[in-house]
């Protein structure tokens, strides 16, 4: 499941493009691994996130994968956007990777992967996220969603749902507000 988050999360042409590509661009790829942080779900409740990083044999790490959708266009990424990239290395066994403040931390699990370990995608990944103070004893919540499937032929159908909610009470009456939406994008793996 972990690596077809990391698959869902960077565009199907990229993925193919850095993979299948030229010699020179999967040369410059260690592998990929997760990282550990945690955030907020919905209600307010405390999650954590695993999100995946690509390890360059530079010794560079890249934290925001979108930037993996050009690959062609990493290095003015880097330029633009030096928050996304950060350092990592092996410490024996032990992958690590150098957050904001310097520190180091171990690559969630300690397991990077050298090859992607699937040729095609198939199936459906889901991601379901979201926030809000129902957990803190308040009344707003946020709900999102995200579906990918991925089908025969290279076709991948990304879903989306996102509602909010709150209510408001005062002056002897209560208010509440709900509000939904979806959407639906079709495109193609190759």
Same mark, same amino acid.
């Given at each position: 499941?972990?690596?077809?988050?990391?698959?869902?999360?960077?565009?199907?042409?990229?993925?193919?493009?850095?993979?299948?590509?030229?010699?020179?661009?999967?040369?410059?790829?260690?592998?990929?691994?997760?990282?550990?942080?945690?955030?907020?779900?919905?209600?307010?409740?405390?999650?954590?996130?695993?999100?995946?990083?690509?390890?360059?044999?530079?010794?560079?790490?890249?934290?925001?994968?979108?930037?993996?959708?050009?690959?062609?266009?990493?290095?003015?990424?880097?330029?633009?956007?030096?928050?996304?990239?950060?350092?990592?290395?092996?410490? &024996?066994? *032990?992958?690590?990777?150098? $957050?904001? !403040?310097?520190?180091?931390? @171990?690559?969630? %699990?300690?397991? #990077?992967?050298?090859?992607?370990?699937?040729?095609?995608?198939?199936?459906?990944?889901?991601?379901?996220?979201?926030?809000?103070?129902?957990?803190? &004893?308040? *009344?707003?919540?946020?709900? $999102?969603? !995200?579906?990918?499937?991925? @089908?025969?032929? %290279?076709?991948? #159908?990304?879903?989306?749902?996102?509602?909010?909610?709150?209510?408001?009470?005062?002056?002897?009456?209560?208010?509440?507000?709900?509000?939904?939406?979806?959407?639906?994008?079709?495109?193609? $793996?190759?």
């Amino acid at each position: 499941m972990h690596a077809l988050r990391v698959f869902a999360a960077l565009s199907a042409a990229a993925v193919l493009a850095v993979w299948s590509g030229p010699a020179a661009a999967q040369s410059a790829i260690t592998g990929y691994g997760l990282i550990l942080s945690y955030g907020f779900g919905y209600g307010g409740m405390v999650i954590a996130k695993y999100e995946p990083a690509v390890l360059f044999t530079s010794g560079d790490i890249l934290l925001d994968v979108e930037a993996m959708a050009e690959p062609q266009a990493l290095d003015s990424d880097k330029q633009a956007h030096p928050d996304h990239w950060s350092q990592w290395r092996r410490t &024996g066994a *032990t992958y690590e990777y150098r $957050t904001k !403040s310097g520190k180091w931390n @171990q690559v969630a %699990g300690n397991k #990077v992967w050298a090859t992607p370990p699937v040729a095609k995608l198939s199936g459906a990944f889901e991601h379901v996220g979201g926030g809000g103070n129902l957990a803190f &004893g308040g *009344t707003s919540a946020v709900f $999102t969603q !995200s579906t990918y499937n991925f @089908q025969p032929g %290279g076709r991948v #159908v990304r879903r989306g749902l996102a509602s909010a909610g709150s209510e408001v009470e005062g002056g002897g009456s209560t208010t509440r507000t709900t509000t939904a939406s979806h959407g639906e994008q079709v495109g193609a $793996t190759a």
